[in-house]
Structures are given as structure tokens and as C-alpha cells.
């Protein structure tokens, strides 16, 4: 689940889906290159985070093949979801991504700080500033 809090006046962007992931609103993505050429979004694992999802469709190409795109926020934004790692969290705690969920749980020292915590889990929903 992937509900935005603050009205932002740009939308997300639309990228084409890595074809081997399965994608639910409020997952973290990172963008990678497929052996073809093709930039694509797959679940982020903390390296190079670049927005949250909220919302996929499959879309016909003119070469009749189908197509997953996925709506990508990736802006300055606060939100709500309940794509996160069963944790410990406290207001202002980092976060970072685990396969593609959100947690507080730093796994690599490289691993990019992309959001805080604005309030604690709440009826199993995270309040979430993206930085």
C-alpha cells in the first residue's frame, strides 16, 4: 500500500519493469540495465534506491509484445505504506531498502540512507519522509 500525505505537483515518473519482478505498491526500486540494453526498475537492495512504487500496468507495445511499466515517485515527498521490515522504529529513524521494503536495519555501510521516519507503525502502516 502507497499513499501520499503532502500534495506534490509533479507525477511520478513511468519506468518499464524488470521482467522477473513482481512489484507491490510501496516498494522501493533502483533502476539496472538488462543484458539487451534496456534500462528497466527492479526491488532496490539499498545501493541505488531512486523512488517508491505505487502503481503498475500492463501496456501493448506496437511490436504486439506486453509491456509491465510501473509509476515511480521519486521526489521529496511524505508518505504512508505498509511495505516495511518488521522492526523497531522510532521517530526520525533512517531508513533504508531490503528487498525493495523499507527498514531501519543498515545492511552494508554503502547502503544509502533514503527516508526517515515521521511516526512509528500505526495500525501496521509507516509514516515516511523521502529525502
Partial sequence: ?????NPVDVTPMRVLAAPWTIFCPGQVVQLTETDDGNLVC??????????????????????LNFTKM???WHQRMMFVT????????RE?????????????????EDDIAIGRVIEPPENSYLTVLWL
Fill in 42 to 63: 527492479e526491488l532496490s537492495n539499498g545501493g541505488n534506491p531512486i523512488g517508491i512504487v505505487s502503481d503498475f500496468k500492463i501496456k501493448k507495445t506496437k511490436s
Fill in 1 to 5: 500500500m502507497f499513499k501520499l500525505i
Fill in 82 to 89: 505498509d511495505e516495511f521490515a518488521e522492526n523497531r522504529y
Fill in 92 to 108: 526520525e529513524d533512517p531508513l533504508f531498502a531490503k528487498n525493495g521494503v523499507l527498514t531501519n536495519q543498515r545492511e552494508k
Fill in 70 to 72: 510501473v509509476s515511480v
